[in-house]
């Protein structure tokens, strides 16, 4: 018996398909590696790796670093995005490289924010994606009636 409907309708009322986990590339720790490095070498202060490994469908990991000047955090973006294409990863994506606040690279399984410290501390993306959010609550939470 054939079921009624186009397919986009039977696509639609079968509910979303099994997603793949896409595979991480091997070479993460090399690239989270050179990016440490130029942040240390470059002179970036509190630099935090944080893992989003299973947390995030976007990135493995996110580094976020700050950079006392526009200059500074432009050059930062730069070295990082010059070091990892001699290393082999080509497909890094610059955002605010301009000259403002917050520059952010896309570097498929890592994301690197470099921050001026006052947007640092506006967006709070420790606060955000910190390993601390993933622990429970002490109390179980109370129902809206």
């Known amino acids: 018996m054939q079921v009624p409907g186009t397919p986009r309708k ?7 398909t099994a997603t793949r986990t896409r595979e991480p590339d091997p070479r993460v720790d090399q690239f989270l590696d050179i990016i440490t490095t130029s942040l ?14 299973g947390r995030a469908s976007f990135a493995d990991r996110m580094v976020i670093a700050t ?9 930062m973006a730069a070295h990082i995005d010059r070091k990892l294409g001699e ?4 497909r890094i994506r610059t ?6 606040d917050w ?10 924010h470099l921050f001026k ?7 709070g993306l420790e606060r955000m994606w910190g390993a601390d959010l993933d622990v429970p609550p002490d109390a179980p939470a109370t129902p809206v009636e």
Do not use: C, F, H, M
């Open 87 to 90: 290393a082999g990863l080509k």
């Open 67 to 75: 950079g006392l000047a526009d200059r500074q955090i432009a050059a």
């Open 40 to 53: 240390e070498d470059d002179k970036a202060e509190d630099i935090v790796v944080i893992d989003l490994t």
């Open 117 to 123: 410290a006052e947007a640092r501390a506006l967006y």
């Open 103 to 112: 520059v952010l690279l896309d570097a498929g399984d890592i994301v690197v």
């Open 95 to 100: 955002e605010g490289a301009g000259g403002s």
């Open 10 to 16: 039977k696509a639609a009322v079968a509910g979303p």
